[in-house]
């Protein structure tokens, strides 16, 4: 499991995007990124695992915490790379993941990054990049839960399988078509 307390000091972001492998390597590829933790974020549950989440019965979602130094990543920076991850706009799950589990929010910890989450979110509505409404929350963060150490990093234990599910899933097409094409 996962020691949590390794990254004291450093300050925390946490979002859902969907499948936590899928945004775990966006996070840790940016300099100023410590870790990117996958786990379980909001939910009533006193604890969450894989497959109470997937089962829609805990209210949490599969979730990425990110620890990071101000000193050289803002928080604004995290923002633009979790909105180029995901469907802003899918209501119900990630691409082929569906179910309460996989809906996106970006979580705040402080009164700042609630102001700048939703700074963000209203300038992607007002830039009309969408014809369908941003369904993406921005909540007060309760919880985090690491998940499982198979889930740690899984993109580095896993490459292939990872990118034959990215791939596979429609995530990867939708990026690219919907963040990266000129």
């Not at 996958?38 to 829609?56: I, L, M």
């Amino acid at each position: 499991m996962v020691d949590m307390s390794q990254f004291d000091g450093y300050e925390k972001a946490t979002f859902a995007g969907g499948c936590f492998w899928c945004i775990e390597p966006a996070f840790e590829e940016l300099d100023g990124v410590v870790e990117a933790i996958t786990g379980y974020a909001g939910g009533a549950e006193e604890d969450a695992n894989y497959y109470a989440v997937v089962s829609g019965k805990t209210g949490h979602r599969e979730a990425v915490e990110v620890f990071y130094d101000p000193q050289k990543v803002q928080y604004e920076d995290l923002l633009k790379v979790f909105w180029r991850q995901i469907d802003p706009t899918d209501a119900g799950g990630q691409f082929t993941d569906r179910g309460s589990g996989y809906k996106t929010a970006i979580y705040y910890h402080n009164e700042s990054q609630r102001v700048l989450a939703q700074k963000s979110k209203d300038d992607l509505i007002m830039s009309g990049k969408f014809d369908k409404p941003i369904v993406t929350e921005v909540l007060p963060f309760s919880t985090f839960f690491p998940a499982e150490d198979d889930h740690q990093g899984y993109y580095k234990k896993r490459a292939l399988h990872y990118q034959l599910y990215k791939a596979g899933s429609g995530r990867e097409g939708f990026i690219n078509e919907n963040w990266y094409k000129n």
